[in-house]
Each structure stands twice: as C-alpha cells, then as structure tokens.
C-alpha cells in the first residue's frame, strides 16, 4: 500500500510519496517491503499509489525488472477514474477494492497485503505457512509492545492457539487494556518471559484467502485495520502471527529520523548488511565517495559523495552529497542530491550541498539543498513544532526542505 498522502511526514512528503522518501543513504522506504517480498519468494507485487506518486513510480520502474522469461512482475496501480467510480482511494481497503479486477485476473489463493512505511525484516513464507497450517481465513502479523507502547497502535487479543478473539484501536482506557494483555500461556508459547506485561500490537501486515478478500470487500467499508479485521474477528478465523523481530513504523519525523541514526550503530537492531536477505534499489553506478581529511565518528556515507576537512559524528550522509571543509554534522541525516552539480551556472546562488564553516546538528536536510558557508541550523532553545520559510521543526528536528536555498552566515 504506497497511496497515502504522509501528513505526519511532511515536509519529506511534500513533493514525494511516502513510501517514496530516501531511507539508509542510498535506498527508498519502498525498497523494505518489496525486497522482504522478493526474498520471501513472492513475484507477483502490486504496489497502490495516489499521492506524489511520481518518483516513487519512477523509482519502481528504475529499481525492479524481472527477465521476459519469467512469469515475475511489479505492477503500479494508481487511482485512476473509471466507468465504475471517479473517487480517490478512501482507505486501504477501499484502494484494494478499487482494483480487485485486476487482482482476480490470475488465479491466486492468498492475498498479502503490506504496508509501504515500515522498517523491519521478515520471512513472508513463515507467515504463509502458519496461515494455511491453522487454517484461518485471514491472519495478522502482530508484535509484542510494552504497555507505554499501546497508544499507538491497534492492540489485538488472541488466545494460546493464536486465534484473534478481540481488537481496540489505540486503546486509552485502563481497565479495558488490562484484558488485552497477553496470557502466561501464549508467553512461554513464544519464548517470552512469563511476567512479563505485553500486548499483540496490529503491524498492518494481513493475509487473506481468496474468497474470504472478496467478500469482505462486498460492503463500503474503507479501512483493513478499523473497519474490515474489527468485522471479521466476530464470524470469521483470524489467527495472529506473532514477530519478534525489529519492526518500526517510520511513519513520522521522530520515528524517521531515529530508525536512519540507529544504522550508524555498530551493531543496530536493523541492518543492511545482511548477505542473505539483502535489501534491493536503483543501481545508479556511482563512483567510490572521495573523503579528504575529513574526520568521521559513527557516520554511514553513501556513494557518490565528496567530503572534505569536515567533523561528522553520528550521521548518515546520502548519494551525491558534497560537504565543504570546516563543516560539523552531528546526529544529523543529509540525504544529498539526484544529480551531480559539476558546473555551476548560476553564481547568485550557493553551490549544492554543505558550505564552510557550517555547523549542523539533529537535523533531516533533504535532497538538491543548497547552503551556503557559515550556517548554523540547530532546534536549541527553539519550539518543538514551528514552520518556517526554509526549514520546519518537528518533534524537535529541524527540516530544511528539498530544493531549499540557505543564504550564508544564516542561523537556524
């Protein structure tokens, strides 16, 4: 699912998708779950989109082609107007809805569907294979989150045989959550302590079989997490599969910006250097980064790159960035540029990338961001939330848009 218009991203989804923003440096939050698909054995992807769909169309068609001896596709489904309606996707099931003519057109028993803003590595065959095992008509993956946790999510209830048996989105209701927490039984059943207090959090990953997909979609109802799963738990088998391992909902600034610094890690909780499970993306072909003098702690550079006698510590710098001397980037991500700036036309503007002298710290600069020698862009002793002419506030994070033009000795 790639359609939605990533409101609480902005300003990285003002001129992209969502499932569109550059992830790790060198990659698209799209590549997660179209490599776990690829790596799981599954060939046959739809990707749904609606919202600034341009690049990310591009970078799909760029990224993922299948051989003309191969039954293998990736196909994009835009909303588009048709003889059966001229709406906009109104929520995820609505947008499967939308295109269930297409989907019926091969003879397929499972339907997998997937969220496109989320970081985390999984085996969809193990899915698949507790789906057919248990004999379930829909099964959702789900994850163990502490109390603390449970406000963000939909929380599922399940008994020891994984069976769904209750649903409350976002629960905020003590006593009610107390119900929903997870037996001692189905604790020990997936190696978890005992004593410990957590609850089955909604990761939005659903299998369906083929007839049960069809006929919850013989209704209006808009949306798989609230609408569709809550209807189904009472008159139909949802199973829950439950993964332990690193998932994260990228899905807002803070939460964005924490997942690409945890990379720089030595060892994060998720990696890209995993041979057997690798992540796939656009082969650009870009030359080795050239770093001259520059003194680097705890940072990833990208291909493409050329830094010279500059201080980066905990950052992560993407392809193409140019980063001028006496620079200093800290826990900062500069997602750098879609083309190299090798002439310089216009001399009224700063050349692309970071000038002299400028010192960088929690911020997200996005792509082709010009700024000039002296700047200093910090959230200290500003708002947590502010939007500005150049640059917006976040949780704390200062964003300087794509295309952004930052004038020299400019404080931020």
């Known amino acids: 699912m790639g359609g939605g218009a990533g409101t609480r991203l902005f300003p990285l989804t003002k001129d992209r998708a969502k499932p569109a923003v550059p992830l790790g440096g060198k990659y698209r939050i799209v590549d997660i779950p179209i490599s776990n698909c690829l790596n799981s054995g599954l ?33 994009i489904l835009a909303a588009q107007q048709t003889s059966a309606g001229s709406q906009w996707y109104q929520g995820t099931a ?20 997937l969220s496109g803003d989320q970081l985390y590595r999984m085996d969809f065959r193990a899915l698949l294979h507790q789906h057919i095992q248990m004999g379930a008509d829909i099964t959702l993956a789900t994850k163990p989150v502490k109390p603390h946790q449970v406000s963000e999510f939909g929380i599922m209830q399940s008994d020891v045989d994984r069976r769904i048996t209750g649903f409350i989105e976002k629960p905020s209701d003590e006593s009610a959550l107390q119900e929903m927490k997870m037996s001692r039984e189905l604790l020990r059943a997936i190696g978890s302590d005992e004593e410990e207090e957590l609850f089955q959090a909604s990761m939005g990953i659903y299998v369906f079989n083929r007839s049960v997909l069809i006929e919850s979609l013989h209704n209006q109802l808009v949306d798989f997490g609230k609408d569709i799963i809550p209807a189904s738990i009472k008159n ?98 500069v997602m750098g540029a879609d083309y190299f700036e090798l002439d310089q036309t216009d001399s009224s503007q700063p050349r692309m990338g970071i000038g002299r002298n400028c010192v960088i710290d929690r911020a997200i600069i996005d792509k082709n961001v010009r700024i000039a ?25 200062v964003v300087i848009p794509k295309n952004a033009v930052i004038p020299a000795g400019f404080w931020i």
């Open 43 to 75: 060939r046959s992807i739809y990707v749904l989109t609606q919202f600034n769909s341009m690049s990310l169309h591009r970078h799909i068609q760029a990224s993922y082609k299948f051989d003309n001896f191969s039954p293998s596709f990736i196909d």
């Open 236 to 333: 139909r088998h949802v199973s829950a599969f439950i993964f332990k391992g690193y998932w994260e909902d990228i899905g807002t600034i803070r939460a964005f910006y924490e997942a690409n610094l945890d990379l720089t890690d030595m060892v994060p909780e998720y990696s890209f250097f995993e041979p057997d499970s690798p992540v796939y993306t656009h082969p650009r072909f870009l030359p080795g980064s050239k770093i001259n003098g520059a003194t680097l702690r705890q940072a990833i550079v990208s291909d493409g790159c050329i830094i010279s006698d500059a201080h980066l510590e905990r950052s992560l710098v993407g392809i193409r960035s140019v980063i001028q001397s006496g620079a200093t980037i800290r826990n900062s991500i």
């Open 94 to 113: 609505d947008a499967v809805r939308q295109n269930m003519r297409y989907f019926l057109e091969r003879p397929y028993d499972y339907y997998l569907i």
């Open 373 to 397: 020698d002296g700047v200093v862009i910090t959230p200290e002793g500003k708002p947590p939330n502010l939007d500005a002419d150049d640059y917006f506030i976040r949780d704390g994070i």
